[in-house]
């Protein structure tokens, strides 16, 4: 199988390539140019041509509305039309999962002026939060450009279309394109 992951989360576009469950591309770019713009043309790059892509993966946040939804809508378009299965991801979970650390740990990213976080303790996996004073105890995961943790890059579209691969070989049959939406902490205005 081979599947191709997208991440607009944040200014930077990135895209992976996973067959048969290894990360073959990968690929973060940040040119100062719109993401649906820069989308085909890092495609063509990697020599992706999607009508030979069997599914796809694509981050629903945390992250920049605005870019989340150029990146999500694309990736629905391709789905939808290829009749190909899409798996949503989301970037803080897909960061606690891959990031081999004992627990408790945290995984953080600042969005505007909010900080969001998942709190991995005991083997479970807690809700996206929104920070509003203390943090909770645990070791910090954040992007370290962002002055809140350690990781200097995370490749969201390579562990989010890993894991969005794995769970397609366990039967998934894949999101309901039309229903894919990024993650909303506040309403739209």
């Known amino acids: 199988m081979r599947l191709l992951s997208l991440d ?7 895209v992976a390539v996973i067959e048969e469950g290894r990360v073959v591309a ?25 009508q030979q892509v069997d599914a796809y993966a694509v981050s629903v946040g945390v992250g920049y509305l605005t870019s989340l939804r150029i990146g999500i809508t694309f990736v629905k378009t391709l789905a939808y039309l290829s009749r190909k299965p899409v798996v949503g991801y989301e970037n803080l979970q897909v960061m606690g999962l ?28 807690g809700p ?4 509003s004073g203390e943090l909770p105890e645990g070791r910090r995961l954040g992007l370290k450009e962002q002055g809140l943790g350690e990781l200097e890059f995370f490749p969201f579209s390579a562990y989010g ?12 049959q894949g999101d309901d394109p039309m229903h894919l939406e990024p993650l909303y902490f506040k309403p739209p205005v």
């Open 26 to 50: 990968c690929l973060y770019q940040d040119t100062g140019k719109k993401t649906l713009e820069e989308i085909p043309t890092l495609l063509r790059r990697l020599g992706i041509d999607p």
């Open 161 to 172: 279309g890993l894991w969005a691969y794995r769970k397609l070989r366990e039967g998934y």
């Open 8 to 14: 607009t989360s944040f200014s930077p576009v990135n």
């Open 98 to 125: 891959f990031t081999p650390v004992e627990e408790p740990k945290m995984c953080l990213l600042r969005v505007s002026n909010n900080t969001f976080y998942r709190l991995f303790e005991g083997g479970k996996v």
């Open 128 to 131: 996206v939060e929104l920070l």
